[in-house]
């Protein structure tokens, strides 16, 4: 039987936890700035926008299709050897080496989850009936005040148990920052695991605190999925209200 | 147990290779100097057979742990806590040279302490050579040497940076070090050796019948020439001779 | 007021309007009758640009849209000129009664919200929704949903207003307070096409009556000349079972 | 040795791993897409016990990393087993990495299955209702298919980061194409990553483009008379 | 044949059905009239529980539902015997008209395909449907999508029969043939209950008419005693309009 040294485990818990403002910071701007970006690419696509629409189905193509890690590496050591190019073409004196690590973190998950996020909107709007639309230009709204005073609110909702999806997985995706030197939770596991050979406790411990980040995420969003499903009645005989348990009182 | 009535040792061996303790020929079947140890082992044990398994070495730790796998073989270093987790031999098969690698001209580098304020190429969280640095942290409080990590490091672009003047210094294997060095050819030198680590293979608590017959045998082959042949093999030394006619007499830090 | 010049629309290989010309003056009530799938959904669709005809010219009164090359300001100005009630409702689902009737003054006429509520609590209670009016669309009956959708037009107070089967859930209590609210407005000079089947309802409120058929005007003309004493072989027809006593004096 | 040659070789050593990628891939989408189906409709009607079970793996399965699932029912679930004198040790690794992968994406999925089902709209159930079908056929016949063409740009996010997460088989042994990759990094002490990581890249891309193909035709044939909002 | 004991239905706090008992004997034809709110609609949906009843017992011939505690193979069975028309038709949107009609005769009823499109090819011509027969509902005017909602229900020739305003969307031509059709069907012993706002209607179809106001039956009994000699006040009010000739004869 394996001899899980839950004293250490429990011991180490706090080191552990130093990591999850980075944790949390990374997922969170990625995820506004990312729904942000998704959003419009989302709208270029459904509206066919001439060469935007080419150019964004290669974009999400591309951004999907390719690692993480990759494109991590790519802004890592990308950008410190285009600006060493700079430096010498424009004679600039930018040092890469002052870029922070977590900046660059920002950038690639930004970018990352935007194209996840375009798919999750476009999918979202496309589930909204087009007389909402109609019915909006009828009373003289531009389509952009349509698109955010009546159809995003309904796609919003659609979208919700999706954008779940991505931001849980976006907490965990954070470890790959490591590849580019930012310690959150995952890495500074399995900094304190390495000396004796502890893996399976931080493993565990780094889960758990995984667990309980994504935990009050659900909380969050069971919340607000409620409130705005409550508000539209959709549902009237489907049961589908879902946060008369929150998840995990079991 | 196969046929023929051996009971089947699974070995499980890490990705994190490194020739030529352990790596892949083409058709990803392990080779280098641990599986040619291995070889030998088997030979004399005549009552297993072993089977090998790929994995992350983390992965693969935890399977020992489980009891998943019976041990695992990398370069594992020993130390107390870990030996609290993982049934150690007392006899170790072959040893880690490690280093501080620096540029030519730099002569203010040459043991770990001279490290202390200085910049060090970033590092794997796990691995022996972290564990070295760790633990002479733990024994310095307060000259502690700063350890930046970096998951996946290449130890081709560390040297590189070594090399651009971006880090003071690399901590790094010795043989690693050729291997990379006969690629790329960089401006470096070993600047120093800061140990000579003994490596072994990790076992299950539960093997420990094993394990002693691990010693035995690995005695013997220390014994009768099988294992500095080998190293002179893959290394091109004789590792089991003492550090300074390592140092001195044979290896050519700088060629 | 009104013009519509030679207006053509295809789906695919369906001919749905063949060249509609018509002409509606201030302050006219004009209905629109004919059989099913005629077209006059898509006729009325057209005149506020829901639906893109495939050809000929739309102006309501100095503002000309040509459909070969529309352009977008125009557009958006001829819908703030028109309202429309549709003949599926599309009533805003994540918005209440009363929010559907002021979302339109407040984003697109730049209402006060204190002076929008006012608006829509009036029209509202006109339409006797006034105890419903924090309810949402999927909350009511068929009828309450079609005055919801009467007031949300209303309440713009356009120069034309568009009616799509006004009065097709209504019950002929409620028809009866809806014809007089259309005849108040229509006093008050606002021009208005108005889809219906009713036949009682097209000769009380209107003072001209188009017959439809096939995507062409077969007939048009006083309400008493078409509805009474039609000219077309068509007309007649479709008129045979109104027609209590059928009139066999051409 | 030429430079092509060298990529040549990269290629045809990593390509030659696709298989195993596309099999892990194929298998355990289908069984986490039947389990996620499942979950959804549990968690919507909220059948009491179940729902719970349902809500606690969800929560579960999706927040922590898939390496530790993996390592719960690689090394865990064994010894578990053992305990009931059940010896499972001498399965195919292969088979513990289907089990955590089609967990592990289930419950990913039965969210993306929950809020396409819940846009359907319950006319659509109340029509079949009406025409005198019992609730299963009516989910069969009317709703899933309709949740499914919404769901079609989620279910491509997700079968596109289930393929990503084939690579971590790796872990416990089986050698993908990213196990390949990190292979032949490990050989070279990390020399000529760029090349790899390239390789690797245009390999999963292609991979990709290929799903996405299929999703996309999906979505045109699918569509079935529905309009798109950027119609008016 | 019809048998509704008692039946309570609130919304919330809105108490929609407030104890309704009606009788209706086979190859009856009722039609069910009442201003807009009335609940009309809620006690169709009752019928085949698609609203479940908060209080009563539903029978039809010698199946009796008690919806205090309902058993699921008898609803099943209820609605199997019932067909509905919805006043907002609820096709399948992602079938074709044909499919529409099919899909109940081959899941429900298991019948062949072949026989299914035989029949649904059938009743899509009565209606006026023949060329329409692969369009998508999305793709049909508003009568027309109320005639598949009127042939789905037809075709699969239940005991009883539900339709809520089934001729709202029709012009008076198509209102004729529906009549002659739904004549047919009560020839052949079908039940029928219809809720209906054209007065005209439902005196034609109907072999008895039941007024609802506010949850209540008012009053009911054969179309000329109530249609034209109604004796109760509220009947009375509301059928004002319709009685072109106020009868001040009480
Ligand atoms: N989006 C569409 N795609 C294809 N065909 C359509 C579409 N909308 C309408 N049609 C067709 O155009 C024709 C005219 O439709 P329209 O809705 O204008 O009829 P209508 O006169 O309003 O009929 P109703 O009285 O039944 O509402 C119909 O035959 C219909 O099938
Ligand atoms: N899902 C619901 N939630 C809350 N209230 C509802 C709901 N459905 C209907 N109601 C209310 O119940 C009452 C009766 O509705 P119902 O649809 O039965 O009326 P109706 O007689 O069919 O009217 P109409 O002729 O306008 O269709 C209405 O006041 C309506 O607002
Ligand atoms: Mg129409
Ligand atoms: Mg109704």
């Known amino acids: 039987m394996p001899i899980i040294n839950f004293e250490f485990a429990i011991q180490e818990i706090p080191a552990v936890l130093k990591g999850v403002p980075i944790t949390l910071a990374i997922a969170v701007v990625a995820m506004v700035f990312g729904l942000i970006f998704g959003l419009l690419i989302a709208l270029c696509r459904i509206y066919r926008v001439p060469i935007l629409n080419r150019l964004f189905i290669i974009y999400i193509s591309f951004i999907r299709g390719t690692p993480l890690l990759v494109q991590l590496y790519v802004f890592f050591y990308g950008v410190p050897v285009l600006l060493d190019k700079m430096n010498q073409s424009f004679g600039t004196a930018y040092n890469a080496d002052h870029i922070s690590p977590l900046l660059y973190a920002f950038i690639a998950f930004t970018i990352n989850v935007s194209a996840y996020q375009a798919e999750i909107m476009r999918a979202s709007l496309n589930a909204v009936q087009i007389g909402q639309m109609e019915a909006a230009h009828s009373v003289g709204m531009t389509t952009f005040q349509a698109l955010k005073r009546i159809v995003l609110p309904q796609a919003f909702l659609v979208a919700l148990p999706n954008l779940g999806n991505t931001f849980i997985g976006l907490i965990k995706a954070t470890s790959l920052a490591f590849a580019v030197k930012v310690v959150e939770v995952m890495a500074l596991a399995k900094i304190i695991a390495n000396d004796g050979y502890h893996f399976l406790e931080m493993y565990l411990v780094a889960a758990l605190i995984y667990w309980l980040i994504c935990w009050l995420l659900e909380v969050l969003f069971t919340f607000v999925e409620e409130k705005m499903r409550n508000k539209e009645i959709k549902q009237k005989k489907m049961n589908t209200t879902i946060s008369k348990d929150l998840p995990l009182r079991v | ?255 | 007021m009104i013009l519509l010049k030679h207006i053509h629309k295809k789906f695919k290989n369906n001919h749905v309007l063949k060249g509609i010309d018509l002409e509606v003056s201030k302050g006219d009530v004009v209905t629109i009758i004919g059989p099913s799938g005629s077209g006059k959904t898509t006729l009325l669709r057209c005149v506020n640009y829901l639906e893109k005809p495939d050809e000929g010219i739309i102006s309501i009164n100095d503002l000309t849209i040509q459909t070969k090359k529309p352009v977008k300001k125009d557009i958006l100005q001829l819908r703030r000129r028109t309202a429309m009630v549709f003949q599926h409702y599309n009533l805003f689902e994540n918005k209440t009664v009363l929010e559907n009737v002021t979302e339109g003054l407040i984003i697109a006429q730049k209402k006060s919200k204190k002076m929008a509520r006012e608006i829509g609590v009036d029209i509202l209670t006109k339409v006797g929704l006034a105890d419903k009016i924090n309810a949402y669309p999927q909350q009511l009956s068929g009828g309450q949903k079609q005055r919801v959708g009467i007031a949300r037009a209303l309440a713009l107070n356009p120069d034309v207003l568009l009616f799509d089967e006004p009065t097709s859930a209504l019950d002929p209590e409620m028809v009866g307070e809806v014809l007089e609210i259309i005849r108040e407005i229509a006093s008050g000079g606002v021009t208005m096409m108005i889809v219906t089947h009713e036949i009682d309802f097209a000769c009380e409120v209107s003072n001209r009556v188009v017959f439809m058929d096939d995507g062409q005007i077969i007939e048009q003309g006083p309400p008493d000349d078409i509805l009474i004493h039609p000219k077309q072989e068509r007309t007649r027809k479709f008129l045979k079972r109104i027609m209590k006593e059928p009139d066999f004096t051409i | ?232």
């Open chain 4, 1 to 232: 040795m030429s430079v092509m040659n060298d990529w040549f070789s990269l290629f045809i050593q990593v390509l030659d791993k696709l298989p195993i990628t596309l099999f892990m891939l194929l298998i355990s989408l289908v069984c986490s897409l039947v389990l996620g189906v499942a979950i959804a409709i549990v968690r919507i009607k909220r059948f009491t016990v179940l729902y719970q079970i349902a809500t606690f793996y969800l929560s579960f399965c999706r927040s922590t990393p898939l390496l530790v699932q993996l390592f719960l029912v690689y090394f865990g679930l064994p010894q578990l087993l053992l305990a009931f004198q059940i010896d499972i040790n001498s399965l195919d690794r292969m088979i513990f990495v289907l089990i955590s992968l089609s967990l592990h994406n289930a419950a990913y999925l039965s969210e993306v299955v929950r809020s396409a089902y819940l846009a359907v709209g319950e006319d659509q159930f109340e029509a079949a209702y009406s025409v005198g079908m019992t609730y299963t056929q009516a989910l069969w016949r009317v709703v899933l298919p309709q949740a499914f063409v919404l769901s079609l740009p989620n279910l491509g996010n997700n079968i596109i980061e289930l393929l990503k997460d084939t690579s971590l088989a790796f872990t416990i042994g089986i050698i993908d194409i990213m196990g390949q990759v990190r292979i032949i990094l490990g050989n070279n002490h990390g020399i000529g990553m760029f090349e790899i990581y390239v390789v690797i890249s245009l390999i999963y891309w292609g991979t990709c483009i290929l799903i996405e193909m299929v999703i996309s035709t999906l979505e045109k044939v699918l569509k079935k008379g529905k309009v798109s909002l950027s119609k008016s």
């Open chain 2, 1 to 255: 147990t196969t046929e023929d009535g051996k009971k089947i040792i699974t070995v499980a061996i890490s990705d994190e290779v490194n020739p030529p303790f352990l790596y892949a020929d083409d058709d990803n079947k392990p080779i280098g100097y641990d599986m040619d140890y291995l070889k030998e082992v088997e030979k004399k044990l005549e009552d297993y057979h072993f089977e090998y398994v790929w994995g992350e070495e983390e992965a693969n730790l935890v399977g020992v742990d489980t009891g998943k796998y019976d041990f695992a073989i990398n370069w594992f270093f020993k130390n107390p806590e870990r030996e609290e987790k993982f049934l150690y031999p007392e006899q170790e098969f072959g040893y880690s040279l490690t280093s501080l690698v620096t540029q030519p001209d730099r002569d203010d580098i040459k043991t770990l302490e001279d490290m202390v304020g200085k910049k060090l190429a970033p590092m794997s969280p796990s691995g022996g050579l972290r564990t070295i640095l760790n633990s002479y942290n733990k024994n310095n409080p307060d000259e502690q040497i700063e350890i930046e990590s970096i998951e996946f490091p290449s130890n081709a672009d560390n040297l590189q940076r070594v090399n651009d003047g971006k880090d003071d210094a690399m901590f790094i294997n010795v043989t690693t070090f050729n291997a990379v060095q006969e690629e790329l050819d960089l401006n470096l030198k070993v600047a120093g050796i800061v140990s000579k680590e003994p490596v072994y293979a990790v076992f299950n608590k539960e093997q420990t019948e094993l394990a002693k017959e691990f010693d035995e045998v690995t005695k013997e082959l220390i014994e009768d020439g099988t294992l500095p042949d080998l190293a002179e093999k893959w290394f091109k030394i004789n590792f089991f001779e003492n550090l300074d006619y390592i140092n001195e007499e044979n290896y050519k830090f700088n060629p």
